[in-house]
């Protein structure tokens, strides 16, 4: 069996041009009147098709106002229980039993005590300090992702989509310090994040067909209901929990703020030590591409270690395995923790991901005014990430651990206290017996590694767990 793209939410298979993005949290009273919610607004979900019937890198249709909608367990319970009291329906406890714990139970929040340890979340990344002050994490039970063309299309959109869930019964969690009272942002000029790197560069390609084909990923990644003897993919046993699951995915929500001052700080304060190293290329461009793994233009360092290319490179072919100990893409620079490529694993890693290092499938968008300079201007910026995968644990958290301790690959033996290190872009400093420097080979023989005492440039303000259901469930969890 193979995916169906038609009952797919297509925001998981295809990058959309809008311009504005809102991310809108509700919390059900009446699933009743909910259901009817739903129903009217899943007719703007597209199911994941191009205008000419196949998959697609970027949808080039129309730019009509669209949404998605995923839901957290206590929201899916209500709603099947709902289905189940007006018609022979799915037993939610069963349901819950057969989905990952990470998912289901409350011990396995991202907000509870083993995960919170897991991911070393502390001090101003503890749950404490995520969202608003007061906010009842476990009733988040939708969220409704809005894709809006420009500013006029978003408010007239917004209005109608709040005044339709104010009259469904339908309570939204709001963020006063966003303009739009909810997690909203824009794509913005060039793709240039508030870093300064060029975003969407690094894209999964999903093997559809289970072609095997090097390089792609293979669809359970992404997708729930196929489980493989490489992909122990809940639900595991046969049963009505697989057909409401296929086709759908997790969506981890991850609400990060950039200090954009202190990184440029950063940069600014070893500009004199790093210039020797840095041959023809700007000090402050070199060293913020070492700890990226690419240029600022989205231009890999694994193809043109010396300088930024001109004009820009967006190849994507390319690995680690020639370059084992760093020397032109540093071992712990962000986009080699994230995505190691042919790298290789520890032996246990290796057994837990057969096909390859896990991948994510990453959507979001970037919020708050731009910064330059190395002075602060109190206001709030950073990134609202949407990450999509069929594993929760095994996928979005191990990609969290191994940017805060990079003891995944064998590779990191080859260098100081590698297996200590962490991510130099996304890493939290304050981690217990973390090696907190960078560590970035010199280049000539004999000469010492340039290691840099890293900052704190993010924080997690918030995280939460969702499941994306296919375009059939989502119809029969709004009673359609």
Partial sequence: MKPDPKNVQSLFIARYRHKFRVVLLFRIDDPATAQGFLQRWAANVNGGLSPAGSYAADVEAQLDPVCHFAFNWPGISLLLKERAATAQGL????????????????????????????????????????????ADQSAFHIAMLCYFADAAQKFQG???????????????WQFPDFDDKALSGEVPAGGILHFGFRDGISKVDIDWEETGTP??????????????????ISPVDPGPW??????GT??????????????????????????PLSGQADPEEWLAAKMMGRWRDGSALALHPERMPEPWDPSNNFGYRSDPEGERTPLHSHIRVCNPRDQGLTHVNDRRFPKGPPRLIRRGFSYGPPLEGTEDDGKDRGLVGLFACARINEQFYSVVRWIQKTDFSDHFDTIRRGRKRQDMMFGFRGKRQAEATTYIPAGSAGAAPLELPLKDFIRYKGIAVFFAPSVKSLKYLSGS
Avoid: C
Wanted: charge should be negative; glycine fraction near 6%; charged fraction near 30%.
């Fill in 158 to 172: 917004l209005g109608k989509i709040r005044a339709d869930a104010e009259a469904s019964g339908l309570e939204e």
């Fill in 91 to 134: 037993d939610p406890d069963e349901v819950g039993t057969n989905l990952e714990q990470f998912f289901t139970e409350e011990d396995h929040a991202p907000n509870s005590n083993s995960v919170v340890a897991s991911l070393d979340m502390k001090g101003m990344n503890a749950p404490e300090n995520w969202w608003t002050a007061g």
């Fill in 215 to 232: 390089g792609k990923s293979d669809f359970r990644e992404l997708l729930l209901g196929y489980p493989s003897s490489d992909y122990r």
């Fill in 242 to 247: 697989n057909d409401f699951v296929r086709d």
């Fill in 250 to 275: 997790y969506l981890n929500l991850a609400w990060l703020y950039q200090d954009v001052a202190a990184f440029n700080r950063f940069l600014r304060d070893h500009r004199n030590v790093t210039a």
